[in-house]
């Protein structure tokens, strides 16, 4: 029995072991490099060590302070609330791999063979723990997944919020009616099936019908809002932009010659978040969406993410001369939109070296519309905040399911508690976090004898 049970922990698919290994150990390599890292906070480190102005150590214990916390508390948590691994989990992992190896050609090789174990065991890793948890007397592990149920329902309200930090109240109350609206329209409607034209109708999700609605029209401000053109006579004023592009010409063109390497990571991992394989998620709420089967709208919310990180990883990039590994996440849509797995390496190949051969100009055109650049920085913020909002509740929802009563008053504790903390929890993490510690409370109390 014992047997069995191990060798079942050890059964991983080679495809998708495989692949994780092999995206695993190049984000690992160009973290060595200095080509590119996946946290945003590490990469204006990068030009400092690269130029002399920071020794290897000190990049080394920096990279690991920033990184180890959101994994341990950010990444893993999520990636245990589904079958499928957060990508915090796996690119945090080798961009603290990558700066601690040595910057010489051993250091180069030992970088990629680390990340390829660590990947491996990453993924072996979380299924043997979801593996031990279902073995518990109380199994938590269907009740965990109830932790994302509010996200769906809310991300579609994000717009909204997003209009009103950057227009006005009145206007996201507008915008707020207009997704509600949508949603009780799709509600009523149920299918579509033009007539009797289709023999299957389509099936309209109404989360998914409101988020768009919401979307199109907060780009509707957006777009609306374009920077102040110059007078008869007078020389357009160069935008802040540009005049970065200007400076750091030489650190955009040093991206460009990694170019072939960011493409193969921007393919493969399309591939891995495709949702026939559905290896890797961009964020929490695609996280929950693909775990659900609903491919359409993880696609929508992976579309959002990318755009509101259009501005922070394209000014990052060209002021420091690195890159993410994932580029501005587009490739994460580029993968969710196909089943088919060399589609989704070529559309991932082909959005990253578009990316990269843009650079420059993405940054231009942003400052031609200044209401988009500020859009994508209120939809990290009002994103973040909904996560916090809808993480909590749903840890309480899912903690109350394993622990009546008690389930409730352990989050709201714990949530409470940590803000009182000298080194703080990611707050968006406490809800799984929370729900993982009722559920080992619950089967301590089952072992305990108290029923």
């Given amino acids: 029995m ?4 191990f060798t079942r922990l ?19 390599m160009m973290a060595n490099r200095g080509i590119a890292v996946f946290h945003d906070g590490l990469r204006p480190l990068m030009p400092e060590h690269l130029e002399g102005r920071m020794n ?21 948590p999520f990636s245990l609330t589904a079958p499928i691994i957060l990508v915090h989990s796996l690119l ?24 390829a174990l660590y990947a491996i065991a990453l993924m072996t890793g979380l299924r043997s723990v979801v593996d031990i948890f279902a073995h518990l007397p109380v199994n938590f592990m269907n009740n965990l997944s109830k932790v994302g149920d509010p996200i769906v329902a809310c991300f579609a309200l994000f717009p909204a919020i997003v209009v009103a930090y950057q227009y006005g109240y009145r206007k996201g109350i507008w915008v707020l009616i207009a997704t509600l609206a949508g949603y009780i329209a799709t509600k009523a409607m149920g299918s579509l099936s033009f007539g009797g034209a289709l023999s299957k109708p389509v099936q309209l999700d109404p989360n998914g019908v409101a988020l768009l609605i919401s979307m199109i029209v907060m780009f509707y401000f957006a777009m609306k809002e374009r920077a102040p053109v110059a ?3 007078q020389v357009p004023a160069k935008g802040a932009n540009e005049m970065l592009v200007g400076l750091f010409s030489t650190r955009i063109q040093r991206i460009q010659n990694n170019i072939w390497l960011l493409v193969l990571s921007g ?11 559905s290896l890797l998620a961009e964020g929490p709420v695609s996280l929950q969406l693909m775990a659900q089967g609903e491919g359409a ?9 990318a755009i509101s990180f259009v501005p922070l990883v394209g000014m990052t990039a060209i002021a420091t001369g690195v890159y993410s590994p994932v580029g501005m996440k587009f490739v994460f849509v580029a993968g969710l939109v196909t089943n088919n797995l060399w589609i989704a390496f070529i559309a991932g190949s082909v959005i990253m070296f578009m990316e990269i051969k843009l650079l420059a100009k993405i940054a231009v055109w942003l400052d031609k519309y200044p209401g988009v650049k500020a859009c994508g920085d ?25 622990l009546p009563g008690m389930g409730f008053m352990v989050v709201a504790g714990i949530y409470l508690l940590n803000r009182t903390s000298k080194r703080p929890l990611v707050e968006m993490a406490i809800g799984p976090i929370a729900t993982i510690v009722v559920g080992i409370l619950a089967n301590v109390i089952y072992l305990m004898g108290i029923r």
Avoid: Q
């Avoid at 050890?10 to 984000?27: F, R, Y």
């Avoid at 992992?93 to 990340?115: M, P, Q, R």
């Avoid at 393919?267 to 394989?277: D, E, I, Q, R």
């Fill in 378 to 402: 209120h939809i990290r913020t009002v994103i973040t905040r909904m996560l916090e909002v809808s993480l909590l509740v749903g840890g309480m929802i899912a903690s109350n399911a394993i």
């Fill in 267 to 277: 393919g493969l991992t399309a591939v891995a978040s495709s949702m026939s394989l």
């Fill in 231 to 233: 007078g008869d006579g």
């Fill in 92 to 115: 945090l992992g080798t961009d603290v791999i990558g700066t601690w190896c040595a910057n010489s050609k051993k250091g180069f090789v030992l970088s990629g063979v680390l990340g």
């Fill in 56 to 76: 290897r150590k000190t990049l080394a214990a920096t990279s690991f302070a920033l990184s180890f916390g959101l994994v341990i508390g950010f990444g893993i």
């Fill in 10 to 28: 050890m059964e991983i698919d080679p495809l998708k072991a495989g692949l994780l290994a092999v995206i695993g150990g190049i984000s690992t």
């Fill in 2 to 5: 014992e047997y069995e049970f």
């Fill in 297 to 305: 709208n993880a696609t929508l919310v992976a579309l959002a993410r």
